[in-house]
């Protein structure tokens, strides 16, 4: 399988994870989107939020590059953090907009070549990260991983 073929794999499994993050932007109020359950550690919103943040600090950062997001952003969303009050609506729609719109730039900056390094490095999970190759698939692994709480976390909102 030729790489051009495996990136238009990896690239529509994530955008049909990204589509079913879009959902809970249609199917729960800002309110639910901030709630966090009994039990939990942080909320809807958050997931959404990590997910980009995450993405951006896996691809273009481990490829020595800036990428698309704001560093307060990055401080909000970024590993080892957590909710830290409520977002606004307009914080909302910005996250909404970031969650289908790194897709294509990512895309589009891939067929041009921009990423011509990857730093190898060992997730926090224990996963070996040996190429950008490697970085997408984890990537869609973890925006995988973060459905399945998102998945829990709204039986209790």
């Known amino acids: 399988m030729t790489t051009e073929i495996k990136m238009e794999s990896v690239f529509t499994v994530w955008e049909t994870s ?26 809807l919103i958050w997931n959404i939020g990590h997910i980009i943040v995450a993405q951006q600090a896996l691809i273009y950062k481990g490829s020595n590059l ?47 070549g921009i990423f011509n390094t990857y730093n190898e490095r060992m997730t926090g999970t224990g996963f070996y990260l040996s190429s950008l190759m490697d970085a997408f698939e984890f990537n869609n692994y973890h925006e995988g991983l973060h459905l399945g709480h998102m998945m829990s976390i709204r039986k209790f909102i």
């Open 18 to 43: 990204r589509n079913l993050y879009l959902d809970y932007f249609d199917k729960y109020t800002l309110e639910q989107l901030n709630k966090i359950p009994n039990g939990f550690n942080n909320n």
């Open 66 to 112: 800036k990428g698309y997001i704001s560093d307060e952003l990055f401080e909000l969303y970024k590993h080892g953090t957590k909710p830290t009050g409520l977002i606004t609506e307009s914080e909302m729609e910005a996250l909404k907009i970031l969650l289908i719109s790194m897709i294509e730039k990512t895309k589009t900056d891939f067929y041009n």
